[in-house]
């Protein structure tokens, strides 16, 4: 089992930066993981993942070159640095880990651990 709690959400302008932090505990060993969100009324989307060893990142076209996914020296912590928010990234969003599985991944179904979840809300 592997345990997940997110940190670092709140409300910012268009803009702006912001760190989430996702702390994991349990059986982190050889897994990869990764930030998904959720808009109001929307499905789970993909935002970035990274594997096992932090070599190999995998982001969303809708991120990319503005946000970055990141693991501690000890890869019990995982980071989503997001900078030039935009109003359309307002959701709630998640962390999640594989199952043993050191490969990046972006179907939500690859990742059978979650966080409770953060809400981020970027005003225009």
């Known amino acids: 089992q592997v345990q997940l709690v997110e940190s670092g959400g709140g409300l910012v302008q268009a803009g702006d930066s912001l760190r989430l932090s996702c702390a994991a505990s349990?059986?982190?060993?050889?897994?990869?993981m990764g930030w998904f969100r959720q808009a109001p009324g929307k499905e789970r989307e993909f935002v970035a993942s990274?594997?096992?060893?932090?070599?190999?990142?995998d982001y969303a076209d809708s991120v990319k070159g503005r946000f970055a996914i990141s693991r501690g020296n000890a890869k019990h912590t995982l980071y989503l640095q997001m900078n030039s928010l935009k109003p359309e990234d307002t959701a709630v969003y998640y962390c999640?880990?594989?199952?043993?599985?050191?490969?990046?991944?972006?179907?939500?179904?690859?990742?059978?651990?979650w966080g409770q979840g953060v809400p981020v809300t970027v005003s225009s």
């Open positions: 999640a880990a594989r199952d043993r599985e050191m490969a990046t991944a972006s179907r939500p179904n690859q990742y059978p651990y």
């Open positions: 349990g059986r982190t060993f050889g897994c990869a």
């Open positions: 990274i594997s096992w060893s932090g070599s190999n990142t």
